[in-house]
């Protein structure tokens, strides 16, 4: 079993910054994908960013030049940073990630339990 655990979530002022992390525990071999994804209130999950193990990263088009995504492999962690915050960024960030485990010969997919990032005006 994988655990994804984030953190740094909380309230900001418009145009200010956070940081959020996820660490994952576990059987775990490798990972090949880690990302942020969000929900806001009443609207569907969406991609935030994504990091693979060689460090290729994607971006929603609403964050870029705005969140910055990076990984620390050896520790099995994420990190988002978050600038220039807008109150459309508020919403519940949930970590994910692609694992490959001693359960199974194939990767799955994990899902931390989530962070609120809440951005006032």
């Known amino acids: 079993q994988v655990q994804l655990v984030e953190s740094g979530g909380g309230l900001v002022q418009a145009g200010g910054s956070l940081r959020l992390s996820c660490a994952a525990s576990?059987?775990?071999?490798?990972?090949?994908?880690m990302g942020w994804y969000r929900q806001a209130p009443g609207k569907q999950r969406e991609l935030v960013a994504t990091?693979?193990?060689?460090?290729?990263?994607n971006y929603a088009d609403s964050v870029k030049g705005r969140f910055t995504i990076s990984s620390d492999n050896a520790k099995n962690t994420v990190h988002l940073q978050m600038s220039g915050l807008k109150p459309e960024d508020t919403a519940v960030f949930f970590c994910?990630?692609?694992?490959?485990?001693?359960?199974?010969?194939?990767?799955?997919?994990?899902w931390g339990k989530g962070t609120l990032v809440t951005v006032s005006s």
């Open positions: 994910n990630a692609a694992v490959l485990t001693t359960l199974r010969p194939f990767p799955r997919n994990y």
């Open positions: 576990g059987n775990i071999i490798s990972i090949n994908t």
């Open positions: 990091i693979t193990n060689r460090d290729s990263t």
